[in-house]
């Protein structure tokens, strides 16, 4: 389905969620006559930064648009007496260096959302500049999450309606996990489609605590993490920086289970008791930057040139979102770092960043 506002149908989104389409939707409710924003979905919130639950829509329009007083005034006071809007806005973003305008045509849509979603009406943000090459790449990685969302989606259901039979609480875990994978997809097309924009960089971030901090956020397992004492402080933004780590930190978690489950790190050794090893990564310094290694299964050398594709998985594994590793390259491009993929000294895989005037 394309991006033209017509494509919702005379229905509006009121047969289908808003979050199932790529054009920005906003809902909006009227208080003591006065339309405020209540909802929005992922491409509203890509296209305009600063929203929030409750906020006038007079006040989002005077703050992220240039519409003027006569404008802003017309479109609430329609909104306001349940009357068309069809308006055009146009919003200016700044990446520090470089500003892009994009023109957008605002328009009501008919009915109230679907069953749960807390609006009384619908603005769609229609853009009317030609797509630049960038949207090519957004329309692929959104059919990937529209693929890989179903999955969790199916998986949550199931266990829902064997819960409603059985009571078996083992199921409502199940879908916390799925519940929870869906998210880590949302987080990582967000990311994808924010790049530099949600950059908040700080001098001499401690790369070690950051990569810490990593640690405990991810469900490890029998895995273990070792952190070099020397690594570098580097200026960058400690929770795009946290998320790169969680992501290699997870991939290697995930990449070191043969398509059996069983954890095959270190070539499947075993400690004296039996059990199976689980994987050692280590974070350490290299020349100016630094690098994240593993002793598991490592990735094989015609597979180095597509693990940073969006929708990528290493084969026999299905437990991430195939975008793991293309947004430790997007972060790592935001923060003008190279990366760099090798065989580690203990045989699995080897992440190496550094400042892109370094050369990598």
């Given at each position: 389905?394309g991006?033209?506002?017509?494509?919702?149908?005379?229905?509006?989104?009121?047969?289908?969620?808003?979050?199932?389409?790529?054009?920005?939707?906003?809902?909006?409710?009227?208080?003591?006559?006065?339309?405020?924003?209540?909802?929005?979905?992922?491409?509203?919130?890509?296209?305009?930064?600063?929203?929030?639950?409750?906020?006038?829509?007079?006040?989002?329009?005077?703050?992220?648009?240039?519409?003027?007083?006569?404008?802003?005034?017309?479109?609430?006071?329609a909104?306001?007496d349940?009357?068309?809007?069809d308006?055009?806005?146009?919003?200016?973003?700044?990446?520090?260096?470089?500003?892009?305008?994009?023109?957008?045509?605002?328009?009501?849509?008919?009915?109230?959302?679907?069953?749960?979603?807390?609006?009384?009406?619908?603005?769609v943000?229609?853009?009317?500049?030609?797509?630049?090459?960038?949207?090519?790449?957004?329309?692929?990685?959104a059919?990937?999450?529209?693929?890989?969302?179903?999955?969790?989606?199916?998986v949550?259901?199931?266990?829902?309606?064997a819960?409603?039979?059985?009571?078996?609480?083992?199921?409502?875990?199940?879908?916390?996990?799925?519940?929870?994978?869906?998210?880590?997809?949302?987080r990582?097309?967000?990311?994808l489609a924010?790049?530099?924009?949600?950059?908040?960089?700080?001098?001499?971030?401690?790369?070690?605590?950051?990569?810490?901090?990593?640690?405990?956020?991810v469900e490890?397992?029998?895995a273990?993490?070792?952190?070099?004492?020397?690594?570098?402080?580097?200026?960058?933004?400690?929770?795009?920086?946290?998320?790169?780590?969680?992501?290699?930190?997870?991939?290697?978690?995930?990449?070191?289970?043969?398509?059996?489950?069983?954890?095959?790190?270190?070539?499947?050794?075993h400690?004296?008791?039996?059990?199976?090893?689980?994987?050692?990564?280590?974070?350490?310094?290299?020349?100016?930057?630094?690098?994240?290694?593993?002793?598991?299964?490592?990735?094989?050398?015609?597979?180095r040139?597509?693990?940073?594709?969006?929708?990528?998985?290493?084969?026999?594994?299905?437990?991430?979102?195939?975008?793991?590793?293309?947004?430790?390259?997007?972060?790592?491009?935001?923060?003008?770092?190279?990366?760099?993929?090798a065989?580690?000294?203990?045989?699995?895989?080897?992440?190496?960043?550094?400042?892109?005037?370094?050369?990598?």
């Amino acid at each position: 389905m394309g991006s033209d506002p017509d494509a919702f149908g005379q229905d509006g989104p009121a047969t289908v969620s808003i979050d199932a389409f790529p054009t920005p939707v906003v809902g909006y409710e009227r208080r003591e006559e006065h339309p405020v924003i209540t909802r929005w979905n992922g491409a509203f919130e890509r296209a305009f930064a600063d929203i929030s639950t409750g906020m006038p829509v007079r006040d989002w329009l005077l703050t992220e648009t240039d519409a003027d007083d006569e404008t802003v005034g017309e479109v609430c006071s329609a909104l306001a007496d349940e009357e068309p809007v069809d308006s055009a806005v146009t919003v200016d973003r700044t990446d520090g260096q470089t500003t892009a305008t994009g023109t957008y045509r605002l328009r009501t849509l008919d009915g109230a959302g679907s069953e749960g979603e807390s609006a009384e009406g619908y603005l769609v943000a229609t853009a009317t500049d030609p797509p630049e090459s960038s949207d090519v790449e957004v329309d692929r990685i959104a059919s990937i999450i529209s693929h890989d969302l179903r999955n969790p989606l199916d998986v949550a259901n199931a266990h829902l309606r064997a819960a409603r039979k059985s009571g078996d609480e083992e199921h409502f875990d199940r879908v916390e996990q799925a519940h929870d994978r869906m998210e880590r997809i949302i987080r990582d097309v967000l990311t994808l489609a924010r790049g530099k924009h949600v950059l908040n960089v700080s001098p001499q971030v401690d790369v070690e605590a950051v990569a810490r901090d990593a640690w405990t956020t991810v469900e490890t397992g029998t895995a273990s993490l070792a952190v070099g004492e020397d690594l570098p402080e580097t200026d960058a933004d400690p929770d795009r920086l946290q998320r790169l780590f969680e992501n290699l930190f997870r991939n290697a978690v995930e990449h070191a289970q043969d398509p059996e489950g069983e954890n095959t790190a270190g070539g499947g050794s075993h400690d004296e008791s039996g059990a199976s090893r689980g994987v050692q990564v280590t974070v350490g310094r290299t020349d100016g930057g630094f690098f994240v290694a593993d002793d598991g299964v490592g990735i094989s050398v015609d597979e180095r040139e597509r693990v940073f594709e969006p929708g990528y998985s290493a084969s026999g594994t299905n437990n991430g979102t195939g975008l793991g590793l293309t947004i430790v390259e997007r972060i790592a491009e935001a923060h003008d770092w190279t990366v760099s993929l090798a065989t580690g000294s203990a045989g699995g895989a080897r992440f190496e960043f550094h400042p892109s005037s370094d050369g990598g």
